[in-house]
C-alpha cells in the first residue's frame, strides 16, 4: 500500500453556459489539461533481506521467474528512461515518485543519489518533485538519514507494535525477530528530522491487541502518521491471482472456511478475519478519540471523515474508483496495482509502450471501475456505502 498523499482532489469548473446544456472543464495546468498518474516502482523486485510470514511479495521471485542468484534492478539506463517518461508524461504542478520493494534500500545509496539527479535533470520550471520510499528499516543509519531529510523523501517504515507483535513474523532470513533493529531506525529518522509513517500489519496476532499497539506507535514510535493494513489473503495467492479463482473457491461472505482460524479455512492463518478487524478499528477509534484527534493522525480515521463530509474517500481501498497506483517490475512490466501483480494483471511494458498509454488505458479503467461496478446487492443497499465504497478483502465477492 501506499503512503498516503492526495492524488486526485480536482473538482471541476463551470465554464461556459449554452442554451442547452452547460460545459465544465476539467482542472487546468500551464494552460493545458492536467495530467496525473502514480506508479509504485520496485526497481528491485521481490527482492529483499527480510523474510515475513505474510509477505504478500516475496513469492514473485517465483510467479514472474526470475533468474537463479541473480537479483533483478532498474539498470541505469532503464531508471533514466522510466524517470523521464514519469515526469514528461505528466502535466501537474507535483510529481510524486514511489519507491518500493522488496526493500529498496537493498539498491544502496548511490542508486537514489542518481534517482534525485535524474528528477532534476528532467524536472519542468515550477514542478515539485516528491519522493517517498518504504522501507523495513534494517539498513537505515546516519548517511542514509541524512540524504532522506536533504532530499525531503517521505519514508513510509514497516514495523508492527511492540517486540513480541512485531517479531512474531517480522523476521531476517535467519528466522530472527527484526524489532530492536527497527527501533535503531525509529531513533535515527528522529534525530534527523526525517518525515516517516509508521505502516502497521493488522494479522490474526495484532488484531488482539488493537489499544496496545496503537499506544506503541503513540507514545514510543511517536509516529507522525499511522497507517494499519489489514493482512488477508487466500492460501492459493501465490499463484493464483484475485478474481481469478476457481468456482469451488468463490465462497459467500457468511461461509466459515473464510475464517481464519478454521481448520479448514481457504485463507491463511495469519489473516485477520473481518470481525477482527472491525473490533480492532474500533477499539484504537475509541482510544483515539478520548485526546488524540487533532494530534494524532490516524490515516482511516482521517480518510473516513473526508468521506463522512462528502469529499470521498482519499484511500484507493475505500473509494469508489480503483486503478490510481499502478506497480512497476525492474524490467519495465506495468501491473494494474502491487496487489495485483501477476500476469493476469499485466498491462505492458514501459520500454515498448509509453507509461502514460499504460496507465489509461481502457483496459485499466475497467480495472478501476470493476470494484463499483461489481458490488453484491448486500452492499448496494448497505446505508454507509458512500464512506465503505468498499474496503474489499479480495476473497468474497
Known amino acids: ?20 446544456h452547460t460545459i ?28 515475513c510470514d505474510y509477505c504478500y511479495y ?10 537463479k542468484g541473480c537479483s533483478p534492478q532498474l539498470s541505469k539506463a532503464d531508471l533514466e528512461n522510466y524517470i523521464k517518461q514519469y515526469i514528461e508524461q505528466q502535466n501537474t504542478p507535483e510529481i510524486i515518485f514511489s519507491w518500493q520493494g522488496g526493500e529498496p534500500t537493498l539498491l544502496g545509496l548511490d542508486f537514489f543519489r542518481r534517482v534525485v539527479e535524474l528528477q532534476e535533470k528532467y524536472r519542468p ?19 542514509w538519514c541524512s540524504f532522506l531529510r536533504k532530499n525531503n523523501f517521505l519514508v513510509g517504515l514497516s514495523i508492527d507494535g511492540p517486540e513480541l507483535l512485531h517479531n512474531a513474523y517480522r523476521v531476517n532470513k535467519a528466522g530472527r525477530g527484526t524489532f530492536k533493529q527497527v527501533m535503531k531506525a525509529v531513533t535515527l529518522l528522529h ?35 499511522i497507517q494499519f493494513i489489514p493482512i488477508v489473503e487466500q492460501k492459493n495467492f501465490r499463484q493464483t491471482a484475485p478474481q481469478k479463482w476457481q468456482q469451488q473457491d468463490v465462497l459467500v461472505w457468511s461461509d466459515k472456511k473464510l475464517a481464519p482460524s478454521q481448520t479448514d479455512s481457504v485463507m491463511e492463518h495469519w ?30 480515521f482521517e480518510a473516513a471523515a473526508q468521506a463522512w463530509m462528502g ?27 502491487d496487489h495485483y501483480v501477476y500476469p493476469d494483471y499485466r498491462l505492458g511494458n514501459i520500454h515498448e509502450q509509453q507509461l502514460d498509454n499504460l496507465a489509461f488505458s481502457p483496459r485499466q479503467q475497467r480495472f478501476g471501475y470493476n470494484k463499483s461496478n461489481s458490488l453484491t446487492k448486500q452492499c448496494n443497499r448497505c446505508d454507509y456505502l458512500f464512506t465503505c465504497l468498499v474496503i474489499v478483502l479480495k476473497t468474497a465477492l
Not at 500500500?1 to 442547452?20: E, G, W
Not at 497506483?325 to 519495465?332: C, S
Open 1 to 20: 500500500m501506499p503512503i498516503m498523499r492526495p492524488l486526485f482532489t480536482f473538482k471541476a469548473r463551470k465554464n461556459m453556459t449554452t442554451p442547452n
Open 24 to 51: 465544465y472543464a476539467g482542472p487546468q495546468y500551464n494552460g493545458k489539461a492536467s495530467k496525473r498518474m502514480h506508479v509504485m516502482a520496485k526497481p528491485i523486485g521481490a527482492v529483499c533481506n527480510l523474510d
Open 58 to 67: 516475496l513469492s514473485k521471485q517465483d510467479l514472474l521467474e526470475y533468474k
Open 125 to 143: 520550471s515550477g514542478v515539485i518533485i516528491s519522493n517517498d520510499l518504504q522501507t523495513n528499516g534494517v539498513l537505515l543509519n546516519d548517511a
Open 191 to 225: 534525530k534527523h528530522q526525517v518525515s516517516f509513517a509508521t505502516l502497521t500489519c493488522v494479522n490474526n496476532l495484532t488484531a488482539n491487541e488493537p489499544v496496545a499497539v496503537y499506544r506503541f506507535l503513540r507514545d514510543v514510535v511517536r509516529s507522525p502518521q
Open 271 to 300: 489473516s485477520v478475519s473481518a470481525e477482527q478487524w472491525g473490533e480492532f478499528l474500533c477499539a484504537v477509534f475509541d482510544e483515539w478519540l478520548k485526546a488524540d484527534v487533532g494530534r494524532v493522525f490516524v490515516q482511516y
Open 311 to 337: 469529499n470521498g474517500n482519499p484511500l484507493c481501498q475505500l473509494n469508489q474508483l480503483c486503478g490510481k497506483g499502478l506497480a512497476m517490475e525492474p524490467n519495465g512490466d506495468v501491473y494494474s496495482c
